[in-house]
């Protein structure tokens, strides 16, 4: 992890969580198209070192967290001060000092005002992610693309090549759409020949099992536990789509150019949501601003009924044979 003399450091602060990770691949991949002859250290949770090295945009990773989403202490960074000290988890001085105490030789920061530095870009609340980041690094002469978000299939096999992945899970109870929804239009694809697998983290065994039994999703295709990111990275790109909430899933889905029906709430996808391509499909009830890590399910997203999230997932789907004979109507689910 420490820089050789002979090749300065950059670090990134990003220690946040697989989405906010995948939507920050743009800009890493124009501060690694910079800094082609420096080592490129990322900021991140050790959960996340797999997937940081997977997008093939850093060297090593510094692992780093903090209780929710706050900032990291860096202190640990165990070579010589950082050539450059890059600011990507926030815009407050919280991340921007926690850089700073490394003594970089030049730091950016959406907070940063030192004597001699360039003003930073004004933070703008309706900017997607993506451009957000790519906006403030192309203010300091780095170009990036918010459209350059593509990762390339990993080398390993898929554990149900060909499935839709269904994932109820998300990290704050504000962005999970109700079980009995998800196991709703699991049941309803699985009438129609699909192939159902129902993923979850780690802690989310009882959301999974709440899933499959509202809709007879065998044992075998229910993957709990957590998988390895190896493993889900291959599951979602050699997935027929990936049904879920606004959480990392879903960006991995994006980032694999896989089919997707995204359910948003509070969160816009405005903000936070997919490419504009015909492969995605983003379901939103506007409404007032929510909390996106609060702990009451967003009106909003209990908005959107199964039957609406059935429909968004056929139209991406390729058709099947006969169906199965379940007796669910895409037209009776109102839940």
């Known amino acids: 992890m420490t820089p050789p003399p002979d090749r300065p450091g950059v670090l990134v602060l990003r220690a946040l969580g697989l989405g906010d990770l995948?939507?920050?691949?743009?800009?890493?991949?124009?501060?690694?198209?910079?800094?082609?002859?420096?080592?490129?250290?990322?900021?991140?949770?050790?959960?996340l070192t797999d997937a940081a090295l997977a997008t093939g945009t850093v060297d090593a990773v510094l692992p780093a967290e903090a209780p929710g989403r706050a900032v990291p202490v860096l202190?640990?960074?165990?070579?010589?001060?950082?050539?450059?000290?890059?600011?990507?988890?926030?815009?407050?001085?919280?991340?921007?000092d926690a850089l700073?105490?490394?003594?970089?030789?030049?730091?950016?920061?959406?907070?940063?005002?030192?004597?001699?530095?360039?003003?930073?870009?004004?933070?703008?609340?309706?900017?997607?992610?993506r451009a957000r980041w790519c906006r403030f690094v192309a203010a300091y002469g780095i170009p990036a693309d918010p459209a350059d978000l593509r990762l390339p299939?990993?080398?390993?096999?898929?554990?149900a090549p060909g499935a839709v992945v269904v994932h109820p899970g998300a990290d704050a109870v504000a962005r999970r759409w109700p079980a009995e929804r998800f196991g709703a239009v699991a049941r309803r694809l699985r009438?129609?020949?699909?192939?159902?697998?129902?993923?979850?983290?780690?802690?989310?065994?009882?959301?999974?099992?709440?899933?499959?039994?509202?809709?007879?999703?065998?044992a075998g295709d229910l993957?709990?536990?957590?998988?390895?990111?190896?493993?889900?990275?291959?599951?979602?790109?050699?997935?027929?789509?990936?049904?879920?909430?606004?959480?990392?899933?879903?960006?991995?889905?994006?980032?694999?150019?896989?089919?997707?029906?995204?359910?948003?709430?509070p969160v816009p996808p405005a903000l936070w949501g997919p490419p504009a391509l015909p492969r995605h499909r983003a379901l939103w009830r506007p409404g007032p601003p929510g909390?996106?890590?609060?702990?009451?399910?967003?009106?909003?997203?209990?908005?959107?009924?199964?039957?609406?999230?059935?429909?968004?997932?056929?139209?991406?789907?390729?058709p099947t044979g006969p169906p199965r004979g379940d007796g669910v109507d895409a037209g009776a689910l109102h839940l």
């Open 153 to 159: 299939p990993p080398d390993g096999p898929s554990p």
């Open 22 to 47: 995948l939507a920050g691949v743009p800009a890493l991949r124009g501060i690694r198209r910079a800094f082609p002859a420096h080592r490129v250290v990322l900021a991140v949770p050790p959960a």
């Open 223 to 265: 993957l709990t536990g957590g998988l390895r990111f190896d493993v889900l990275s291959a599951l979602v790109a050699h997935a027929a789509l990936v049904v879920s909430g606004d959480t990392g899933i879903a960006h991995l889905a994006f980032a694999h150019g896989t089919p997707s029906v995204t359910l948003f709430g």
């Open 100 to 129: 700073a105490a490394l003594h970089p030789r030049y730091l950016l920061a959406h907070a940063h005002r030192g004597p001699g530095s360039r003003p930073p870009p004004a933070w703008r609340g309706d900017e997607h992610e």
């Open 291 to 318: 909390d996106p890590h609060g702990t009451v399910t967003d009106p909003g997203l209990l908005r959107i009924g199964a039957e609406e999230a059935v429909l968004a997932a056929l139209a991406l789907l390729p």
């Open 75 to 96: 202190t640990h960074w165990p070579g010589p001060p950082p050539d450059l000290a890059i600011d990507l988890h926030g815009n407050g001085p919280e991340s921007r």
């Open 191 to 218: 009438g129609l020949g699909h192939r159902v697998v129902v993923t979850g983290g780690p802690g989310e065994d009882r959301l999974v099992q709440d899933v499959a039994d509202g809709s007879d999703v065998p």
